[in-house]
């Protein structure tokens, strides 16, 4: 519940906001990819977009590169927890074979250290 209040809290005045910045930024600019063009817009060809769509899509591109960046900045720390996962599922395996194997039921005090674990 706190997340979606705090949620409705940051999006709306967040939305509100870019609508504004769209709305006082119409005016078309030209989108030119040379350098070297002359600065005059009669003279260098380019395309002709509003304002606010270059800079909404400037910060998508930059969104998307940083997810893309933390994606690979997180690879080692993901493949670790599949490690740690892949080893507990193991011995959790191992050690329900042992309790059967000793005739330990799996109710009692030691079932309820494990619920309380999550072990099962």
């Given at each position: ?76 720390h993901?493949?670790r ?7 507990a599922h ?23 250290v ?7």
């Amino acid at each position: 519940m706190v997340n979606r209040i705090v949620g409705w809290v940051v999006l709306v005045p967040l939305c509100l906001g870019l609508i504004v910045f769209a709305l006082a930024n119409r005016h078309f600019v030209a989108v030119n990819f040379n350098p070297f063009a002359p600065v005059d817009g009669a003279v260098a060809p380019g395309y002709g977009v509003p304002m606010f769509v270059v800079l909404y899509v400037v910060l998508l591109v930059g969104v998307l590169l940083g997810g893309i960046a933390t994606w690979f900045a997180q690879a080692s720390h993901r493949r670790r927890e599949k490690h740690w996962r892949r080893e507990a599922h193991m011995l959790n395996g191992e050690l329900e074979k042992l309790r059967r194997h000793h005739g330990q039921a799996s109710s009692g005090p030691l079932a309820e250290v494990d619920d309380l674990l999550e072990l099962r």
